[in-house]
């Protein structure tokens, strides 16, 4: 498994943005698509968005489409989430993944997870 370390989350108001990072720890990591995924409480796990190991195609949530942006960084074995314009209904816990294997909008087809990083939006 990818080791997976996210960091970047915080207490933000309405409207305003934050950028999440994901540092993996494999030599090849640019050989494989990564994945942003949150988890609301009560709720379950739901997928934010995705980016193939190139850096394109990237996919994303319809909630989100729009306001978060999702890009990698090869050398730097990293891949961020730019979120601007944030809602209190963004507040999550965000996780990032790596090697997906099926549907890449399931968390089932995921292989490696990081231990999550909390984003806080308040109104």
């Known amino acids: 498994q990818v080791q997976l370390v996210e960091s970047g989350g915080g207490l933000v108001q309405a409207g305003d943005s934050l950028r999440l990072s994901c540092a993996a720890s494999?030599?090849?990591?640019?050989?494989?698509?990564m994945g942003w995924f949150r988890q609301a409480p009560g709720k379950e796990r739901e997928f934010v968005a995705a980016?193939?190991?190139?850096?394109?195609?990237?996919f994303y949530a319809d909630s989100v489409k729009g306001r978060f942006t999702i890009s990698r960084d090869n050398a730097k074995k990293t891949v961020y989430l730019q979120m601007n314009s944030l809602k209190p209904e963004d507040t999550a816990v965000y996780y990032c993944?790596?090697?997906?294997?099926?549907?890449?909008?399931?968390?089932?087809?995921?292989?490696?997870w990081g231990q999550g990083t909390q984003v806080t939006v308040s109104s």
């Open positions: 494999e030599s090849t990591f640019s050989n494989y698509p």
């Open positions: 980016i193939a190991w190139s850096g394109v195609p990237t």
């Open positions: 993944a790596a090697d997906p294997d099926g549907d890449y909008m399931t968390t089932e087809a995921w292989g490696s």
